[in-house]
T-cell receptor, first 116, second 111 residues
Framework: KAGVTQTPRYLIKTRGQQVTLSCSPI?????VSWYQQTPGQGLQFLFE???????NKGNFPGRFSGRQFSNSRSEMNVSTLELGDSALYLC???????????????FGEGSRLTVL | DQQVKQNSPSLSVQEGRISILNCDYT??????FLWYKKYPAEGPTFLIS?????DKNEDGRFTVFLNKSAKHLSLHIVPSQPGDSAVYFC??????????FGTGTSLTVIP
């Protein structure tokens, strides 16, 4: 079955712009999490959605937001982009919250955002 | 504040020998610890996990050890193979899917 699909894979934006990233989870998975990966910080948790509701949110400013649709697809949005937002944004899906602790958390290949 | 730390950015090991990757954490409330492996241009893939009630978990060539008193875990790969060359991330969390990841250790297995 298809894995986690993230679009776009690469994008370049300039400071002050906004960006929307999309994630389609594995079929049947209803939980979607987002992580930001940067060289100095590793992977940092952004937020998790389950059944269209945000369950957890990491320590990121309000410029970072997300949502989940009824088909479990998720989008994240970053407004007023800053240079420091350049990163790989990873989406991960699981059947439901909690299944990640046994390894049932599957990551997509990520969306590489460059802010100039 | 980094709650999970991997202090070795890189590690080189000869094929057939043991690879030991280390990870330290600060939050004693973590219930689960995981290791993920990441190849370039791919997302991380799950390798092995351990719950806080155990001190060892094995899966084939991979063994994870947990020392709760020292807040330290390690991943042993025996024997190491060239295909194991990748970046390894340790992660910690509780019952949800919010995990705290380290910054990764790049393992190179030399043939």
């Amino acid at each position: 079955k298809a894995g986690v699909t993230q679009t776009p894979r690469y994008l370049i934006k300039t400071r002050g712009q906004q960006v929307t990233l999309s994630c389609s989870p594995i079929s049947g998975h209803r939980s979607v999490s987002w992580y930001q990966q940067t060289p100095g910080q590793g992977l940092q948790f952004l937020f998790e959605y389950f059944s269209e509701t945000q369950r957890n949110k990491g320590n990121f400013p309000g410029r970072f937001s997300g949502r989940q649709f009824s088909n479990s697809r998720s989008e994240m949005n970053v407004s007023t982009l800053e240079l420091g937002d350049s990163a790989l944004y990873l989406c991960a899906s699981s059947l439901r919250p909690g299944t990640g602790v046994t390894g049932e958390l599957f990551f997509g290949e990520g969306s590489r955002l460059t802010v100039l | 504040d980094q709650q999970v730390k991997q202090n070795s950015p890189s590690l080189s090991v000869q094929e057939g020998r043991i690879s030991i990757l280390n990870c330290d954490y600060t939050n004693s409330m973590f219930d689960y610890f995981l290791w993920y492996k990441k190849y370039p241009a791919e997302g991380p893939t799950f390798l092995i996990s351990i719950s806080s009630i155990k001190d060892k978990n094995e899966d084939g060539r991979f063994t994870v050890f947990l020392n709760k008193s020292a807040k330290h875990l390690s991943l042993h790969i025996v024997p190491s193979q060239p295909g194991d060359s990748a970046v390894y991330f340790c992660a910690a969390g509780n019952t949800g899917n919010q995990f705290y990841f380290g910054t990764g250790t790049s393992l190179t297995v030399i043939p």
